[in-house]
């Protein structure tokens, strides 16, 4: 439930409810509102994508078949990594491994507790084997998802903000979230009603802005070959190292810093590579969407109906009527 919202003047917001609801059923089945918000992203990082890739001339909705295998992966990868980031939560005595018909096994996926940085390792494999299938160039659907992916996961964010989870430190911000005291998460020693810093909306709000950077720069400067993947990779990077610093969900700390702050600082240092290297290896247009000896499968269907009409329609001359 939430709390009343403290106000500084008559009518002014000085803070930010949570969601009373989490979750409603249509008749036995639970739907959890989180899995809608990571659905919708997925679908609209897909048309978005789609309509990016058609520009560049690959097939119409060869997305959906690069998709299958990369939401697959992407899926086992987010919950993989959250369990080998948090092994405290699933391993040593008393806790539930491998039961998934028991609350706390590692499969259970569907109890929370998936990581982002996961899915886009294992996104990353399903997008490689995608267009080893299709036959479309790594580094063309590479840029054409850039944008699509922020989008997805600042439209994911959202459902933290349902789960009431991975806020950050108290703050006396007007634009602080209110969080209950009886959550799981609510750091104990604080008062009832403490606000905290809402970081699902400066991620949902800065992953907003990347993606019109990219779109941007990336007509702007024409870059292709992966460049507009790097640019993701330095710019979604680099807001993770700032939000993952200020929350206070537990993480496994390496060297002083959340594990997630050096993954971060990995993707902005990789992205950097992959925008040097790229650069100084292409310097021209890429030559298609597809990798050398693939094409379109429908590359004649425009051909065969506009020219070849003398395979469809009967254009000789009508016979003579020699009866009188």
């Known amino acids: 439930m939430s709390l009343a919202l403290p106000t500084a003047l008559s009518g002014v917001l000085t803070s930010i409810p949570s969601p009373d609801i989490q979750s409603f059923h249509i008749g036995p089945l639970q739907i959890h509102i989180y899995a809608l918000c990571i659905i919708a992203g997925i679908i609209v990082a897909g048309l978005l994508t789609n309509r990016r890739l058609t520009q560049r001339g690959a097939e119409p909705w060869v997305v959906v078949d690069i998709?299958?295998?990369?939401?697959?992966?992407?899926?086992?990868?987010?919950?993989?990594?959250?369990?080998?980031?948090?092994?405290?939560?699933?391993?040593?005595?008393?806790?539930?491994?491998?039961?998934?018909?028991?609350?706390g096994s590692v499969w259970a996926i569907w109890e929370g507790g998936i990581a982002i940085f996961g899915a886009l390792?294992?996104?990353?494999?399903?997008?490689?084997?995608?267009?080893?299938?299709?036959?479309?160039?790594?580094?063309?659907?590479?840029?054409?998802?850039?944008?699509?992916?922020?989008?997805?996961?600042?439209?994911?964010r959202f459902g933290n903000w349902f789960n009431h989870e991975l806020f950050g430190q108290p703050t006396d911000l007007p634009w602080g979230l209110e969080i209950s005291s009886d959550n799981s998460a609510f750091p104990p020693g604080l008062a009832e009603g403490t606000l905290f810093h809402p970081t699902f909306l400066y991620e949902v709000i800065w992953n907003l802005l990347g993606v019109f950077f990219i779109l941007w720069i990336g007509r702007r400067l024409q870059l292709q070959w992966g460049k507009q993947l790097a640019i993701y990779l330095i710019w979604y990077g680099a807001g993770r190292v700032v939000w993952e610093s200020i929350r206070i969900d537990p993480s496994e700390i390496i060297l002083g810093l959340?594990?997630?702050?050096?993954?971060?600082?990995?993707?902005?240092?990789?992205?950097?590579?992959?925008?040097?290297?790229?650069?100084?290896?292409?310097?021209?247009?890429?030559?298609?969407?597809?990798?050398?000896?693939?094409?379109?499968?429908?590359?004649?269907?425009?051909?065969?109906?506009?020219?070849?009409l003398d395979e469809f329609v009967d254009v000789s001359e009508p016979p003579v009527n020699t009866t009188d």
């Not at 240092?269 to 790229?278: K, Y």
């Not at 050398?292 to 425009?302: H, L």
């Open 67 to 103: 998709a299958i295998p990369t939401v697959l992966l992407a899926f086992v990868g987010a919950r993989a990594y959250h369990v080998l980031t948090h092994p405290s939560f699933y391993f040593g005595e008393g806790k539930n491994t491998w039961n998934p018909f028991e609350y």
């Open 121 to 156: 390792i294992g996104g990353a494999v399903g997008v490689w084997l995608g267009c080893k299938w299709t036959g479309i160039r790594f580094w063309t659907f590479a840029d054409a998802l850039a944008p699509g992916l922020l989008l997805a996961q600042a439209m994911g």
């Open 258 to 308: 959340r594990s997630n702050v050096w993954t971060a600082i990995i993707g902005v240092l990789l992205g950097i590579i992959i925008l040097t290297v790229q650069s100084r290896r292409h310097t021209g247009a890429e030559p298609s969407a597809y990798v050398d000896g693939r094409t379109r499968p429908d590359a004649d269907a425009g051909v065969q109906s506009q020219n070849a």
